[in-house]
């Protein structure tokens, strides 16, 4: 069965850091892009930043372009999200997702979409 995790949300306040972790279970990562994505209340889910874990090259919003950091492991079975200087723009449940072929076009269609982790940032 082909499932991802997603972890290490929590409430901090700004200014402070969280490292989310994304897991994967049942298939590989290395063919993949691995995705963090995020959807605060009341809009639309937003890419984050992404992987490719062919060449790994990346990609980050503007929105955290020099606050957030994605990497992998050796093992290419876990990526991580390193978020510095939270701001409570960045409130929002943040999910992980893979796909073999898409990268920004369709983010909607990835394929494999873990659970979820909440990251709440006060004031």
């Known amino acids: 069965e082909v499932q991802l995790q997603a972890s290490g949300g929590g409430l901090v306040q700004a200014g402070g850091s969280l490292r989310l972790s994304c897991a994967a279970s049942?298939?590989?990562?290395?063919?993949?892009?691995v995705g963090w994505f995020r959807q605060a209340p009341g809009k639309d889910r937003e890419p984050v930043s992404l992987i490719s874990m062919i060449d790994f090259s990346t990609y980050y919003a503007d929105s955290v372009d020099g606050r957030f950091t994605i990497s992998t492991d050796s093992a290419r079975n876990t990526v991580y999200l390193q978020m510095n200087n939270l701001e409570p723009e960045d409130t929002a449940v943040y999910y992980c997702?893979?796909?073999?072929?898409?990268?920004?076009?369709?983010?909607?269609?990835?394929?494999?979409w873990g659970q979820g982790t909440l990251v709440t940032v006060s004031s």
């Open positions: 049942g298939f590989h990562f290395e063919d993949y892009t």
């Open positions: 997702a893979a796909d073999r072929y898409k990268w920004l076009n369709n983010y909607a269609e990835y394929d494999y």
